[in-house]
């Protein structure tokens, strides 16, 4: 049974830097999409990155696309969002899922993802 544990979350300064992890396992990645998603307090959850994992197709959210790093840690079944530059606007829960279809594209939407770990809370507050 594929399982997702995030981590890294916290409470931030704005300008501040966090790095969420989402470690999967009882799978394999492989061809699969992990893609991260957050949800603020009264709005719906919306796309921030994907990676397909060994295809390398990437996709960034734009409003992040300059601060937000997703990448991969093949040997620890990982991956990983670094966030730079964080602003109040960031606060969300933030979700990591797996679209475990096989594709050459990131899936951006949440319907798309079969399996989801339990969420990471991100706060950006002075």
């Known amino acids: 049974q594929l399982h997702l544990v995030e981590s890294g979350g916290g409470l931030v300064h704005p300008g501040g830097s966090l790095r969420l992890s989402c470690k999967v396992s009882g799978w394999r990645l492989d061809h699969d999409a992990v893609g991260w998603f957050r949800q603020a307090p009264g709005k719906e959850r919306e796309g921030v990155s994907c990676?397909?994992?060994?295809?390398?197709?990437?996709w960034v959210e734009e409003s992040v696309r300059d601060r937000f790093t997703i990448s991969r840690d093949s040997a620890e079944n990982t991956v990983h969002l670094q966030m730079d530059s964080l602003k109040p606007e960031d606060t969300g829960v933030y979700y990591c899922a797996v679209d475990v279809a096989d594709g050459y594209v990131c899936p951006v939407t949440p319907d798309e993802y079969e399996f989801w770990g339990q969420g990471a809370q991100v706060t950006v507050s002075s």
């Open positions: 990676i397909r994992y060994n295809v390398g197709s990437l």
